[in-house]
């Protein structure tokens, strides 16, 4: 019997070009991002509005996904920035097309 691939993201919200940062981790991004959008969990996403998604990575491991979370969370805002405009330059909302 085949065990199910699972699949894991850590991810970073924004309200605006270098405004308040979010990052949390999903088991499921789509789902994750409708409930940020729609403003249907309390907390500090609500509370500033974080609905964009700037970054997302994607692990096969909880405990990878958890282990970078951390990390990133541990970062300095400047490294934060950095990693966003890698592949993100001009903070475009990457769910912006997602049919949800």
Known sequence: MLKEQHQYYVYMLCNKMYGVLYIGITNNLERRLIEHKN??????SKKYN??????????????DAIKREKQLKNWKRDWKIELIEEDNKDWHDLAIDWDF
């Open 39 to 44: 403003k249907l969990i309390e907390g500090f």
């Open 50 to 63: 974080l609905t964009k998604l700037m970054y997302f990575e994607q692990f096969q491991y909880v405990n």
